[in-house]
C-alpha cells in the first residue's frame, strides 16, 4: 500500500483528529478492510512448499525484528504494516473506497480498529515467508486491496517455483498483473506490488513468443515500470536484478544488434544494473543465478566462469524465508547443469 518512506499521521500518545478527519478515516478504513472487489480464490489445490519450514518461523515481535532483512530485496525501509501504517495508507489513498466493497472483516468503521486489520495482515506476511502460499493468498485477499500486496506476491512465488506445468504459470502471472492493474493507485504506489506485476510480465516476456510480447506492449511496459521504480528507489536491488535480466532476456531473444537498435538494451547496460544491485544488496541468492542466467544470453559458454561463480555464491546463502529456499534449490540446480556440461568439454 505505501512506498517505504511513509509517515505516521499522528503521535500515539497524543492523538488529535478533528471530526472530519475521523470520519474521512473510518469510511477509508472500512474501505480498506472490506473485501477487494475480486473474490478471494481459493488455492486449494496448490502444492504445498517442499522443504521444512522451521526455520521461517516469525510469529509474534519475531516478525518486525526480521522485517528489514525480510525485506531487503526490495530496498532500504520498507514500512512495517502496523496500525500507524494502515491509518497513513487510510487516508493518503482514499480512492481505496472506489474499489472495494463490504466485506465480512469484522470492522466496525472505528479508526481504532487499525490494529487489528494490521495483526491480520501481519499473519498473511507470516504465511508468505514461512511457504503457506495458498494460504496467503486466500487469506490476503479477504483483507482487500492491503492485504492483496502479500497475496499476490505469494501467488508469484508459487507460479514460478512450484507450478507443475506452464499453461497454469503462465495463468497464474497473468491473474497477478490484471489484480494489479485494476487495484487502483494505493496498490500502485507499493513497491512490492509493482515489482511483483513487473516481475510476472518479465517472466512471461521470457516464454512467450516475441510476436504475443510486442502485441500485449510488454516490450515498453517492463522498462518503463522498472524505470518509475527505480525512480521511487534507485537503490532497489530487485528491481535493478530484474532489469539486467531483462536486457539479456531481449538480447537471447532478438541478438545484440537488433537489441540495441530496436529496444535500446546492451550488455554494457546489463551489466551496469547487476552491478548496481550487487552493491546495494550482495545477499541475496536471486540476484546471483539472475546474473549466471544473463551471462549466458548474453556470452554464451565465454563466461562460463563468471556464471559458475555466481551460482556457487548463490547456494552458499543461508535461506531466511521459503521464498529464498526455493531460490537457493533452484540455483544448486542450475549450478549442477553448468558443471555437467563443463565436464562435458
Not at 503521535?11 to 488529535?16: A, L, S
Not at 542450475?334 to 558443471?339: D, G, I, R, S, Y
Amino acid at each position: 500500500m505505501g512506498g517505504p518512506h511513509a509517515v505516521a499521521l499522528y503521535d500515539r500518545r497524543t492523538p488529535t483528529y478533528n471530526n472530519n478527519q475521523v470520519i474521512a478515516m473510518r469510511r477509508t478504513l472500512i474501505a480498506i478492510l472490506a473485501a477487494c472487489s475480486f473474490s478471494a480464490v481459493a488455492a486449494d489445490d496448490w502444492k504445498p512448499f517442499p522443504y521444512d519450514q522451521s526455520a521461517y518461523d516469525y510469529s509474534g515481535d519475531k516478525l518486525r525484528q526480521a522485517w528489514p532483512q525480510l525485506t531487503r530485496g526490495f530496498g532500504t525501509d520498507y514500512p512495517f504494516p502496523d496500525a500507524d501504517w494502515v491509518l497513513t495508507m487510510a487516508t493518503t489513498y482514499p480512492k481505496a473506497l472506489e474499489l472495494t466493497v463490504t466485506g465480512d472483516t469484522g470492522f466496525t468503521g472505528k479508526p481504532e480498529e487499525a490494529e487489528r486489520y494490521a495483526a491480520k495482515l501481519q499473519d498473511v506476511w507470516r504465511l508468505m515467508f514461512r511457504g503457506d502460499f495458498a494460504e496467503a493468498k486466500q487469506q490476503g485477499l479477504a483483507l482487500g486491496v492491503g492485504g492483496q500486496i502479500p497475496a499476490m506476491f505469494a501467488q508469484v512465488i508459487y507460479a514460478m517455483f512450484l507450478v507443475p506445468n506452464q499453461a497454469e504459470k503462465h495463468q497464474l502471472l497473468e491473474e497477478v498483473i490484471t489484480y494489479t492493474e485494476q487495484a487502483g493507485e494505493l496498490i500502485k504506489a507499493d513497491t512490492v506490488a509493482q515489482f511483483g506485476s513487473v516481475y510476472a510480465k518479465a517472466r512471461l516476456g521470457e516464454e512467450l513468443s516475441v510476436p504475443v510480447v510486442l502485441k500485449r506492449g510488454y516490450t515498453s511496459q517492463i522498462p518503463e515500470e522498472l524505470k518509475a521504480l527505480l525512480a521511487k528507489q534507485p537503490q532497489q536491488p530487485f528491481a535493478l536484478a530484474l532489469y539486467g535480466g531483462y536486457e539479456a532476456g531481449v538480447i537471447r531473444k532478438v541478438g545484440k544488434l537488433v537489441g540495441r537498435m530496436t529496444y535500446g538494451v546492451s550488455a554494457d547496460n546489463m551489466e551496469k544494473y547487476f552491478s548496481r544491485s550487487f552493491k546495494a544488496q550482495d545477499n541475496l541468492p536471486i540476484g546471483h543465478y539472475e546474473y549466471a542466467n544473463a551471462l549466458t544470453y548474453v556470452y554464451g559458454d565465454d563466461e562460463q566462469a563468471k556464471a559458475l561463480q555466481h551460482l556457487k555464491r548463490a547456494v552458499a546463502i543461508k535461506p531466511i524465508n521459503a521464498m529464498e529456499a526455493l531460490e537457493v534449490a533452484y540455483a544448486q540446480k542450475m549450478l549442477a547443469q553448468h558443471e555437467q556440461k563443463l565436464a562435458q568439454h
